[in-house]
């Protein structure tokens, strides 16, 4: 049986793994959830690795959401690089999924934003273990995860 590691952390404004696992579920079996939540993203690499070594899992789903100030996007960008390197070490994937403050005004909207990011990672998630020839039908497609579509800058092939 596979087994999905989900990390967030409690620096969050929302609760995205909640909106993950709830996608997660709803979306079919064959698969185990483990979850764990750390302090803030710089932890999720370190929570990751733990869950390919210690939980065995197949593929890491890693939220998080940081601030609006400068220095919130460094520190998002050192995980970014902690989670690739992760990933790397142990050959698996870390499908990551962070939501930045800045990127919608209002409460409501941004966690409107978080969760249905949270949601559409997950699937792509279950893709990457399950489907890979899914993700493939829509290579070049313009799909964006929390925001409408982008779409393809060509129609047809």
Request: overall charge positive; hydrophobic content about 45%; charged content about 30%.
């Amino acid at each position: 049986m596979k087994r999905i590691g989900v990390v967030d952390t409690t620096f969050a404004r929302v609760d995205m793994a909640d909106a993950a696992v709830r996608r997660l579920k709803a979306k079919g079996s064959g698969f185990q959830i483990v979850r764990r939540t750390v302090p803030g993203i710089k932890d999720l690499p370190v929570a990751c690795r733990r869950l390919f070594v210690e939980d065995r899992a197949d593929l890491c789903l890693a939220l998080g959401m940081p601030g609006r100030a400068e220095y919130d996007r460094v520190c998002a960008h050192e995980a970014s690089m902690g989670l690739l390197f992760a990933g790397v070490l142990e050959a698996k994937p870390i499908v990551e999924c962070f939501v930045f403050e800045g990127e919608a005004d209002a409460p409501r909207a941004l966690d409107a934003l978080a969760r249905r990011r949270a949601e559409e990672h997950a699937e792509n998630a279950l893709a990457l273990l399950f489907r890979p020839r899914d993700l493939a039908r829509h290579a070049g497609a313009g799909l964006r995860q929390g925001f409408p579509d982008a779409g393809p800058v060509r129609r047809g092939r």
